[in-house]
């Protein structure tokens, strides 16, 4: 519940953000758009654990794993990927 009036007050500063998102790469879970969407507030690792209810070593290898799922040939950084979207 706490997630969905997360995500209706996302939209209304990035609309279509989580349309764009799933329709661009809808092989994502449920976890990984959490993960973006903490990622593109620009929050510190330890932040986004503390959100999340995990390890900060836990972030890093998703958002690792998420790098190799979002990232192409032209662009590398997975920081540059979610600004785009």
Aim: hydrophobic share 35%.
């Amino acid at each position: 519940e706490d997630w969905e009036d997360f995500k209706r007050l996302y939209e209304e500063v990035h609309p279509n953000f989580f349309f764009n998102l799933k329709n661009n790469y809808p092989q994502l879970t449920n976890a990984e758009i959490r993960l973006i969407t903490l990622l593109k507030l620009n929050l510190s690792n330890k932040e986004i654990a503390g959100m999340l209810g995990i390890s900060p070593e836990s972030v890093i290898k998703t958002k690792y794993r998420l790098k190799k799922k979002l990232s192409n040939i032209e662009t590398k950084d997975l920081e540059t990927v979610i600004t785009s979207i």
